[in-house]
Every structure is written in structure tokens, then in C-alpha cells.
């Protein structure tokens, strides 16, 4: 039985809304739908002074839902907030999947929006808890070593703490840095001389033009090994008290920064437990020489300084934001570099006829491996060049694949960075305000 009257009164939020009841029968099943039954009259919404019924609502998003039902398209209020949105919505039992296409996509912005600003909020929430130990009762622990664990574990790991964590964070950015110049210094002629090793004692470990290299590596200065190792029992004494002090030591031995401490130790102990020693494996310089790459890796801890800057955390958060799509493109630039050189080195042989056989730089596709990758990074060192016309079409080519390749993420990742840093921009705002 329907309503005695084909018009049905709505108030919304105060707002009257009169329809015909054939419009909302236009999708059965809905709340709206249903206040065109019988049972519909005798339920608490309805008034009979009134003959209306009356819904506690926003009236202006009922204002859509009831154009969703005489036109069949369900549009958002740009203005709108979108929870609110979705909540009248799901009031309404409208599922918002209904939703216009020309609005989805700003209903998913804004929603995009929301939940990236939420991610930002909880991000920035300081970690600071837990630094003080507690038992297996659950109580804090307060003795004196719970009490000096934090600002001892601040010293070394929160440098704006405090001016004294600034300081000792400088101090130990010189003494890398010592160690890093130590490094390089051991390279120059002038900070080597030649150790008891004659040729022929290590002419045995390969071809003449290594054994120049392996004799370099095998000579050390002296002075510049005693430099290194005064860095290097700085950085025993630092790591030991980071480790004793921190308030999770699983989380420490995570750690790749502090994998990286523990590996920049061993070279120099090695070194010198090896010194005026001749029967040793050439390998095992050149792994010394690598494990001291190390020190460099230490210089990340500068960072630490700047890590509550604004920009590097929105850098931070769009990296990690195009993550997939920097995957992608490495996956298109291995197919590219894969067909391009196999190309370039087929293009190549097919004009073999007219060039000399050692004239061509591509004697085989792993050669042309690198050639696809130098190119296609728009680098091109020119220590492989292609000599044929059909080589330098495929070269043409490749050039033009790799720009393309390479131009399209930039867009991406500018439109990511502006939006993180519009949302760092309104988080530090609502910080600010909220300590006012």
C-alpha cells in the first residue's frame, strides 16, 4: 500500500524536500525507497501533524542523494568534506561506488588526501618512549642506570637533544672524515713507499699488469695506518657505549648504519696483524680496500642533523611514495638495454662485409650490454661506438627510447613532492596551532 498522497514531504536538517514517491521507488531496497510503504507511516520519522517525515541529517548532501534518484547520477560536493560525505551516504544505504565518474576521481583525491595526512601525523610521532627500562612486573624502572640511559642514548643518537649531542655528533663527523682522508691519502704516490716485496713474490698471483696493482695495494705508510686506527678506536668506544646505552638491542643489531660501524673496525686490525707478512692472499687487500668503503657510508649519520627538516622528510615520503613505479621503470630499462643490444649487435654484423672484422667494437651482446645502459641513461662515455649505418640507426633509436624513459618519472615525482609538502605545510600548521 503506498503513501495517500503521490507526495512525499522530507525534512532534512530542518530543510523540507517534497518528491513524488515513484521517484524514490527507483532504487529499491534503500531507506528512501522504503518510506514509500505502508509500515513506513507509523514509524518514529514520520510526523502526522505534519505529514512529513523528518531525518536529524545534512540537508545539503541529502540535496544529491535525492538528484541520484531522479536522474541517476550521483554526484560530490567539492566543498564537502569527504567522511561526511560517505557517512550520509551509508545513512542513506547508497553504496558510493554509485558515484559519478567526473566526481570519483576527486572524491579518491581528497580521500587520497585524508589517509596520506593521517600517515604523515603518525610518522611524526617522536620516539622517544621507551627509553627507560622496564621490569617483568611492568614498572619503570628508576635506577641509576634507567635514569642515564636516555640522555646518555641522546648524546649519541638525537643530536638536537642538546648542545653537548651536537657537539659530540661534530666530533665524530671529523674523526670519519679523518678516516675517510686517511683512506684516500693511502692512494697518492707520495703517502707510499714500497715494502720488502719483490716482483717475484707476487708475480705468481696473476698477470704482470695486476701484480703493479696487487704491489700497490700491499704497500702501507705507517703514519697514515696509526691515523686510522686512533679513528678507528673511536669509533670501538662509540659504538660500545651506543650499544650499552640503547633501549632495544635487537633493534640495534638491525641496524644497517650500525652493521656498517661494526664492519669499518676490522681493516685496520687486520692490517696490522698482517704487517711485514709477504705470503698473503692478494684478495684479501682488495676486501680490506671495499670493507673500508665503510667510512663513507658513516657520513650518513650527518643526516641525522637534518632528519626533522621539512624538506628532506617530504623527500623521503615521495620516494617512498614511487616506490612501484621506480621498480617499472627499472624493469623497462632492463628490457630496453636486453633488446637494444641484442639489436645493436646483430645491426652490427650484418654490414660486416664492408669493415674490418677487428674495426667492430661489438664483438658480443654482453659488450653491447653496456653500451644499451650507457646509452639509454642519455651518459654516453664513446668507448663503444657503433661503425656501421644500421649501428648508428639502432643507436639513434635507443637514444630517443631512453629519453622518453627517463623523462616520464619526473613529472611523477614533482606532483608527488608538491603533494607531501602541501600536507607537511598543513601538519605543521595544525602542530603549531594546537600548542598555542
Known amino acids: 500500500m503506498e503513501a495517500p498522497d503521490s507526495r512525499i514531504t522530507i525534512n532534512v536538517g530542518g530543510v523540507r524536500f517534497k518528491t513524488h514517491s515513484s521517484t524514490l521507488k527507483t532504487f529499491p531496497g534503500t531507506k528512501l525507497a522504503n518510506l514509500t510503504e505502508s509500515h513506513a507511516f507509523s514509524t518514529d520519522n514520520f510526523d502526522p501533524s505534519l505529514k512529513e517525515f523528518f531525518f536529524d ?12 534518484y531522479r536522474t541517476g547520477r550521483l554526484h560530490f560536493p567539492s566543498e564537502l568534506c569527504t567522511s561526511v560525505f560517505v557517512h550520509e551516504l551509508e545513512f542513506w544505504e547508497i553504496n558510493v561506488s554509485q558515484l559519478a565518474h567526473c566526481c570519483w576521481l576527486n572524491l579518491n583525491e581528497k580521500d587520497c588526501d585524508v589517509e ?9 610521532q617522536t620516539d622517544g618512549k621507551g627509553l627507560l627500562t622496564t ?10 642506570r634507567a635514569r642515564c640511559q636516555p640522555k646518555i642514548w641522546a648524546l649519541f643518537k638525537i643530536p638536537p637533544s642538546s648542545a653537548s649531542a651536537v657537539c659530540m655528533m ?7 672524515i679523518g678516516a675517510i682522508m686517511t683512506f684516500f691519502a693511502e692512494t697518492r704516490d707520495q703517502f707510499i713507499y714500497e715494502a720488502n716485496v719483490t716482483r717475484s713474490t707476487i708475480s705468481h698471483l696473476s698477470n704482470a699488469s695486476t701484480s703493479i696493482w696487487v704491489q700497490l695495494l700491499l704497500t702501507r705508510t705507517t703514519p697514515l695506518l696509526f691515523v686510522e686506527l686512533f679513528c678507528v678506536i673511536w ?18 643489531m638491525k641496524s644497517i648504519l650500525n652493521i656498517i660501524d661494526i664492519i669499518s673496525i676490522f681493516p685496520v686490525f687486520i692490517e696490522f696483524s698482517a704487517a711485514g707478512t709477504h705470503n698473503v692472499i692478494a684478495i684479501l687487500w682488495i676486501v680490506l680496500g671495499f670493507m673500508r668503503i665503510s667510512y663513507i657510508f658513516r657520513l650518513l649519520k650527518f643526516f641525522m642533523l637534518f632528519k626533522d627538516s621539512l624538506i ?25 638495454t636486453i633488446f637494444f643490444s641484442t639489436l645493436m649487435f646483430y645491426a652490427e654484423y650484418y654490414a660486416t662485409d664492408h669493415y674490418v672484422y677487428e674495426d667492430l667494437q661489438f664483438l658480443d651482446i654482453y659488450t653491447a650490454f653496456w653500451w644499451a645502459m650507457v646509452t639509454l641513461t642519455t651518459v654516453g662515455y664513446g668507448d663503444v661506438i657503433p661503425m656501421t649505418h644500421f649501428g648508428k640507426a639502432v643507436a639513434a633509436l635507443t637514444s630517443m627510447a631512453g ?6 618519472p619526473i613529472p611523477i615525482l614533482m606532483v608527488k613532492f608538491q603533494h607531501y609538502y602541501t600536507i607537511a605545510i ?8 594546537r600548542n598555542k
Open 57 to 68: 541529517r545534512n540537508p545539503s548532501v541529502f540535496g544529491y542523494v535525492l538528484e541520484y
Open 116 to 124: 596520506d595526512f593521517n600517515i604523515w601525523d603518525e610518522k611524526d
Open 135 to 144: 621490569n617483568s612486573t611492568g614498572r619503570t624502572d628508576f635506577s641509576c
Open 170 to 176: 661534530l666530533v665524530s663527523l671529523l674523526i670519519t
Open 235 to 252: 669509533f670501538i668506544v662509540e659504538l660500545c657505549l651506543r650499544f650499552t646505552f640503547c633501549p632495544d638491542k635487537k633493534k640495534f
Open 312 to 336: 628532506i622528510r617530504v623527500l623521503l615520503g615521495s620516494l617512498r611514495s614511487i616506490v612501484k613505479e621506480i621498480l617499472i621503470l627499472m624493469l623497462v630499462l632492463t628490457f630496453e
Open 403 to 408: 629519453i622518453l624513459t627517463i623523462v616520464i
Open 426 to 433: 598543513a601538519h605543521e600548521k595544525l602542530k603549531l596551532s
